[in-house]
């Protein structure tokens, strides 16, 4: 006999479609059983508790709720803050609008020429902003954008392309934008493209020592250089920052290669001799060795020590090997490259063979964030200074805003040559639309509740509304510190997938994409907490009582 539940209406509430009956072959007779996919999430079953403990049996059990206890979407309660989320919502569809008018298909849009960039970092591959936006415009509840990008990635993104391809690139944007997308909507497309594309990339990792070349040829070769434009070295952040999208393509295939080769990185990296406990930032993926003693929590090292804590998160904190090596590299950082200038300001210093260069990396200001959320796990009684140092930091990145006249940040921040986080050269006064700043405000604001974060979050947003929207969409500038505004000519694909989403994010409830439930990736694509009793013996257990509040049985 059916189940009552599979005869439920659906209900305004969730991300859950109906659920479908199907029969079940158990050892001594028939038994029906409730069947859920993801979907929409305007919709949600409502089975009846007979069923209930079955209905983990058909679902991958990281599923996670992304829109809140209340099913609000994030929906502050106070009017400025849903003022200010509505502007960012308004932004994301004007940029996409713009996109979609200028460059469709192509991977991302130069609003002053009004036609598309197609880079080769992607080896061939289009679409990047397409992929980049699909979970950005989902959880805006931007429907019809979506649907747009969906169908899109369905009908249109070829992955038989032969280019050469940064492994990088391609797995933080298109697999970890998949993936995203897959988990948050159900929809098996993504899945099946992440699935793919994640294959493409193995080539990359047949060195001698399985370090991966830093640049993958689509069609099933690697090379260590690309038409001699590329240094043969690997690149720290960019054999660093594979392990969450590695790890949940294991988790969806059930095959263990993708995780045994992000494992084999990390443990022949944390065997290493490392100067004073540092990380320099090229490595020959051919001896195994270090190749110089550049050290940077900006360009070319950053996102290796961000996945090592949200490896950590991910693992629903069982993964001890990932926290002891980013606890221990923090430490490092702190006694040798933490400095504080004479104004009072905390920057991360880059060490050049023992020699500290005075500057700092706007993309280095995600650090604030990373160790904001890192401080909860840390060494006993080390809470509160970690908390400490991250404002100090995002503090610091604040400046470097505040002191231009744009109100914008520069590529590149000094505390050298009477510089006190500004920019005094040319040549590092750009502005690319980049996320880091803002990152940081939206985990110190979840983190400490301190207006601050939403008020400086506002600025960045007035002043990017301000000097690089232009008729046709969104560019970056040349020189913060100018009086005429000089374009770069480009809408980057992070711009969507990150910087508004951050912006979004720090204007929502801290239930939407709850971070007890989901890491970000460092393009900002949210991958779920792998629960540790992931098992169908531990049906019982978090996913149950996860689901029953979903659906108000609890």
Not at 11 to 19: E, L
Not at 268 to 283: E, Q, R, T, V
Not at 374 to 386: D, F, I, L, T, V
Request: with cysteine.
């Amino acid at each position: 006999m059916a189940s009552n539940c599979c005869n439920r209406k659906l209900q305004p509430a969730g991300v859950f479609n109906r659920p479908n009956c199907v029969h079940h072959i158990g050892s001594s007779a028939h038994e029906t059983r409730c069947q859920v996919k993801l979907a929409s999430p305007r919709s949600v079953p409502t089975p009846t508790h007979h069923c209930f403990n079955r209905v983990l049996l058909s679902l991958n059990c990281v599923v996670k709720f992304p829109y809140g206890a209340n099913n609000n979407n994030g929906k502050p309660t106070d009017p400025r803050s849903q003022e200010r989320r509505e502007k960012v919502k308004e932004m994301m569809k004007f940029a996409w609008d713009s996109y979609k008018r200028y460059a469709w298909g192509e991977n991302e849009l130069q609003p002053l020429s009004r036609n598309g960039n197609d880079a080769r970092t992607f080896g061939g591959l289009r679409g990047a902003s397409i992929v980049d936006s699909l979970d950005t415009l989902f959880i805006m509840g931007l429907d019809d954008e979506y649907q747009e990008a969906k169908e899109w990635v369905e009908n249109s993104l070829n992955l038989n392309v032969g280019g050469e391809a940064s492994l990088f690139e391609v797995n933080i944007r298109y697999v970890g934008g998949l993936l995203s997308a897959y988990y948050l909507t159900g929809e098996e497309v993504f899945k099946r493209k992440a699935v793919e594309l994640g294959m493409k990339l193995l080539p990359a990792f047949n060195t001698s020592t399985g370090i991966p070349h830093g640049v993958v040829n689509l069609a099933g070769d690697s090379r260590r250089t690309s038409a001699g434009d590329l240094p043969r070295s690997s690149v720290l952040a960019e054999i660093g920052t594979l392990h969450l999208e590695f790890v949940h393509l294991s988790e969806l295939t059930q095959d263990s290669i993708y995780t045994e080769k992000v494992m084999n990185i990390r443990k022949h990296l944390n065997h290493l001799d490392k100067p004073h406990g540092l990380y320099p930032n090229a490595l020959n993926p051919v001896s195994g060795n270090w190749e110089q003693h550049l050290v940077s929590i900006g360009a070319l090292g950053d996102s290796f020590y961000e996945y090592l804590i949200k490896s950590y998160l991910m693992s629903d904190r069982t993964d001890e090997e990932a926290r002891a090596m980013y606890y221990d590299a923090l430490e490092a950082i702190e006694k040798h490259l933490v400095q504080r200038s004479p104004g009072g300001l905390t920057y991360i210093a880059e060490w050049r063979g023992g020699v500290l260069d005075h500057r700092m990396d706007h993309l280095a200001c995600f650090s604030g964030g990373m160790i904001g959320i890192g401080a909860e796990h840390g060494r006993p009684g080390s809470r509160q200074h970690q908390l400490d140092l991250a404002a100090n930091i995002t503090h610091t990145c604040h400046e470097s805003y505040r002191r231009t006249p744009t109100m914008l940040g520069p590529e590149v921040f000094r505390f050298d040559e009477g510089a006190e986080a500004t920019a005094p050269r040319v040549n590092e006064r750009q502005y690319h639309l980049r996320p880091e700043v803002v990152e940081s405000y939206m985990y110190m604001w979840r983190l400490t509740h301190d207006p601050k974060y939403r008020d400086w979050g506002w600025e960045v947003l007035e002043a990017v509304e301000r000097h690089c929207r232009l008729a046709t969409g969104f560019s970056g500038v040349i020189d913060v510190y100018g009086h005429m505004m000089i374009h770069d000519n480009l809408q980057q694909s992070f711009f969507l997938a990150e910087t508004l989403k951050y912006l979004y994010l720090l204007f929502s409830e801290d239930d939407l994409l709850s971070l007890e439930d989901w890491v970000f990736n460092t393009e900002a694509h949210p991958l779920p907490v792998i629960p540790r009793n992931c098992t169908q013996e531990a049906e019982d257990k978090l996913p149950v009582s996860l689901l029953a509040r979903l659906i108000g049985l609890l």
